[in-house]
């Protein structure tokens, strides 16, 4: 059985810190924007369904 290689052999302990903060805090930022952009469309919609009362 061949061993495996692996990618991460050259890699420093630090750089995979950063590398695994950025990933994490770039999902969560990513996910944020998805909501805020999902109850923007969501508050519209509302909007246009239900006629202002004068």
């Known amino acids: 059985?061949?061993?495996r290689i692996s990618a991460w052999r050259?890699?420093?302990l630090i750089m995979r810190g950063a590398l695994a903060f950025y990933t994490v805090t770039g999902i969560?930022?990513?996910e944020?924007?998805?909501?805020i952009t999902h109850?923007?469309?969501a508050a519209e919609w509302?909007?246009?369904s239900h006629p202002k009362r004068v």
Do not use: C
Request: glycine share 10%.
């Open 39 to 41: 109850f923007s469309f």
């Open 1 to 3: 059985m061949k061993p």
């Open 46 to 48: 509302l909007q246009a």
């Open 28 to 30: 969560i930022y990513s």
């Open 10 to 12: 050259g890699v420093s």
């Open 32 to 35: 944020g924007a998805l909501a």
